[in-house]
Nanobody, 124 residues
Framework: QVHLVESGGGLAQAGDSLRLSCAASGRTFTLYSMGWFRQAPGKEREFLAAISWGGGVTHYADSVKGRFTISRDNVKSTVDLQMNNLKTEDTAVYYC?????????????????WGQGTQVTVSS
């Protein structure tokens, strides 16, 4: 089992940037592809981005493509989400998760361990 802890959330204004980080501990981090999701109040959990275990393959939701960038550091056992040009609709709790091998990249049920989430609030 992998223990995940997200950080870096907070308050931002539209147009600002934030960088979220997810620190992993427990099982070997490089065994896992990783993903970022978010959930806004009253809405379903939404896939944002994913990255392969080696970092060579990335996937993005259309809603964040070109604004968000996922990256990982396998030495530090972290996966980051750089978020640029934030919009008010980016307000949500953001989660990182470990992808189950063979599962779809953009579906929540394809991910096993989840962090507790970090709140991002974007004001206009």
């Amino acid at each position: 089992q992998v223990h995940l802890v997200e950080s870096g959330g907070g308050l931002a204004q539209a147009g600002d940037s934030l960088r979220l980080s997810c620190a992993a501990s427990g099982r070997t981090f490089t065994l896992y592809s990783m993903g970022w999701f978010r959930q806004a109040p009253g809405k379903e959990r939404e896939f944002l981005a994913a990255i392969s275990w080696g970092g060579g393959v990335t996937h993005y939701a259309d809603s964040v493509k070109g604004r968000f960038t996922i990256s990982r550091d396998n030495v530090k056992s972290t996966v980051d989400l750089q978020m640029n040009n934030l919009k008010t609709e980016d307000t949500a709790v953001y989660y990182c998760a470990t992808r189950i091998v063979g599962s779809g990249w953009n579906v929540g049920y394809g991910y096993g361990s989840w962090g507790q989430g970090t709140q991002v609030t974007v004001s206009s």
